[in-house]
């Protein structure tokens, strides 16, 4: 297993980075939260979790361990694999994740594209013994929007998790006061979250 990758960042996508290791490029998916912290040039340390499949190999990246279990551990529930963890992860925290397994909160998991009611009921049960307690520990989002612009990039990160362009082009649109408003360049992580959320509400 790798479990981190670590060295210069050689390219930037809207859902994956390329590290060089080695004298090697190694793609590495992440969410758009974690991107926004990466910059082309700068070094990085990612933790990693593989997946290996009969006819791929896909290298996964997060900001901290604590992520990347949460990742794994989110997997051993029946029907949820590497993509709609990955999902979970782009619009919540890891201890946002364990505070909604651990009070039952179905309408957090709903927010995730590709998980319904019947869905979100089942992850609570079957969760709820695994991932454990919230931390207590709020992290703040990090870092800043990554090179193409806020948009191309929710955009993207949108299109990603499933919805139509139609749809993203709309979420896009709806957060754009959000970003304009924001100090400095926008933090996609956060944009992510409030486009999903008026995607939710036009459901």
């Given at each position: 297993?790798?479990?981190?990758?670590?060295?210069?960042?050689?390219?930037?996508?809207?859902?994956?980075?390329?590290?060089?290791?080695?004298?090697?490029?190694?793609?590495?998916?992440?969410?758009?939260?974690?991107?926004?912290?990466?910059?082309?040039?700068?070094?990085?340390?990612?933790?990693?979790?593989?997946?290996?499949?009969?006819?791929?190999?896909?290298?996964y990246g997060f900001a901290d361990d604590d992520e990347r279990q949460t990742f794994?551990l989110l997997q051993t529930a029946s029907g949820v694999g590497p993509r709609l963890?990955?999902?979970?992860?782009?619009?919540?925290?890891?201890?946002?994740?364990?505070?909604?397994?651990?009070?039952?909160?179905?309408?957090?998991?709903?927010?995730?594209?590709?998980?319904?009611?019947?869905?979100?009921?089942?992850?609570?049960?079957?969760?709820?013994?695994?991932?454990?307690?919230?931390?207590?520990?709020?992290?703040?989002?990090?870092?800043?929007?990554?090179?193409?612009?806020?948009?191309?990039?929710?955009?993207?990160?949108?299109?990603?998790?499933?919805?139509?362009?139609?749809?993203?082009?709309?979420?896009?649109?709806?957060?754009?006061?959000?970003?304009?408003?924001?100090?400095?360049?926008?933090?996609?992580?956060?944009?992510?979250?409030?486009?999903?959320?008026?995607?939710?509400?036009?459901?």
């Amino acid at each position: 297993m790798i479990a981190f990758v670590s060295g210069p960042v050689a390219a930037l996508a809207p859902d994956a980075a390329v590290v060089e290791v080695g004298g090697i490029g190694m793609a590495v998916q992440c969410t758009p939260n974690t991107l926004s912290g990466l910059r082309i040039g700068q070094q990085t340390k990612l933790a990693t979790s593989l997946v290996v499949r009969e006819d791929s190999l896909t290298l996964y990246g997060f900001a901290d361990d604590d992520e990347r279990q949460t990742f794994e551990l989110l997997q051993t529930a029946s029907g949820v694999g590497p993509r709609l963890a990955q999902a979970m992860l782009a619009v919540h925290t890891p201890d946002d994740l364990r505070r909604a397994v651990s009070t039952g909160d179905e309408k957090a998991l709903t927010a995730v594209p590709g998980i319904g009611k019947k869905g979100a009921q089942k992850l609570l049960l079957e969760l709820k013994d695994r991932l454990g307690a919230p931390l207590g520990t709020a992290r703040p989002a990090i870092g800043t929007a990554v090179a193409g612009g806020w948009s191309e990039q929710l955009h993207a990160a949108l299109i990603g998790l499933g919805y139509a362009t139609r749809e993203a082009d709309e979420a896009v649109a709806a957060v754009a006061p959000q970003a304009e408003a924001a100090e400095g360049t926008p933090q996609v992580g956060r944009l992510l979250k409030a486009a999903l959320q008026t995607l939710n509400r036009t459901r």
